[in-house]
């Protein structure tokens, strides 16, 4: 009698607890699930709770190295009222935001993008998920993946939702494919990587009803990977005023834009045909696709490695146009920072084995 009491107990916890989560589980279609990911941490919306935040960026592949580190912080209490500060060794930003007025104050020529990548991470990280229908994705048979259709939240646990998404770049006949991969796990953003921007989000904590990612990190090389951790998040009960004073509205504000190739190479300068080294192995000839990044004055400052069919020729492609000069691009009357993607079509001579 007893035996079979416990048996009806525990059938009974069973169907009620099941019954519950039933009734809690939220469906999310894979259509939506990049704009509920958003909304589950992102800390800058309009019915996001006020916040100090204080983040540090570093090399984590290289602790010594230096020249990665950042300081990140932000007083924000709503939208349109809001005060950030970042920080290097070459650069300093200041940009302060209270109604419709603006206020800018920098430091350096140059504001890097590896930087930027974990600004907007931190603050903005739905940014590279908006127009994204993860339905439509080109290639899924090399990713981990849930079956498609709908998703409940529990089925997240331990597992993830990566779909790959492929365009064609460069001009002809030096035409290449590069890729972009956005990848969820338990309903939140797990990674997010296109040109010009590549980050793991981890480490997730509750803050107020959102979740945020306190560990991000950022693949910038073969070799090198950057981090950020948020080392302060609290709410922000009684902000001093005079964080959000602006006595004097900026007019003109740094700002990146984003060119195609075609663009890109009709404002070149001093753009020297590629020399390609002898090689021993690899794909030859063949095509590669990398990421610049041009300062004001019309310099590059850095360069990213895409789809390549030699990682050596790659290589040899960077370093070369780290010379290149473009013409300063203006935008709304002042110049801009531009980035976009070079692709080449490469032959090379055969080093005999």
Known sequence: ????????????????????????????????????????????????PAFHLKAKVFESTDRH???????????????????????????????VVNGNQTSEQITGDYYPNWLRTFVNAIFDPGARLQNVDLTQSDDTARLRWTSPGTLAPAAYDGREVCRRFSRTVGLAPATNNVFST?????????SVGVPGYDV?????????????????????EPGTELGAKITNLTELAAPD??????????ANFLTTVILSEAALRGL?????????????????????????????????????????DNPFMTWAARQ???????????????????????TFAYYATSVPK
């Open 182 to 190: 956005y990848c969820f796990r338990d309903g939140l953003i797990e």
């Open 320 to 342: 070369q146009a780290m010379n290149w000069r473009f013409q300063p691009t203006l935008y709304n009357g002042f110049r801009v920072q531009i980035e976009s993607i070079l």
């Open 268 to 308: 070149a300068v001093n753009a020297p045909d590629i020399k390609w080294p002898p090689i021993s192995s690899g794909k030859n000839p063949g095509t590669l696709s990398i990421y610049v990044c041009v300062d004001r004055a019309g310099r590059v400052r850095e360069t990213y490695p895409l789809n390549s």
């Open 241 to 250: 005023p005079s964080l959000f004073v602006i006595d004097q509205p900026s």
């Open 1 to 48: 009698m007893v035996a079979v009491m416990s048996r009806a107990y525990w059938l009974l916890v069973f169907v009620v607890v099941a019954a519950v989560a039933a009734e809690c589980a939220e469906t999310i279609s894979l259509a939506d699930l990049p704009k509920h990911a958003t909304e589950e941490s992102q800390l800058t919306l309009p019915d996001s």
């Open 200 to 220: 793991d989000y981890g480490d997730y904590k509750k803050f107020d009803d959102k979740r945020i990612a306190h560990k991000l990190s950022q693949w910038v």
């Open 65 to 95: 190295n230096d020249n990665h580190n950042a300081e990140i912080e932000e007083y924000w209490v709503s939208p349109d009222k809001w005060r950030r500060e970042v920080k290097t060794a070459n650069f300093s930003q200041t940009l």
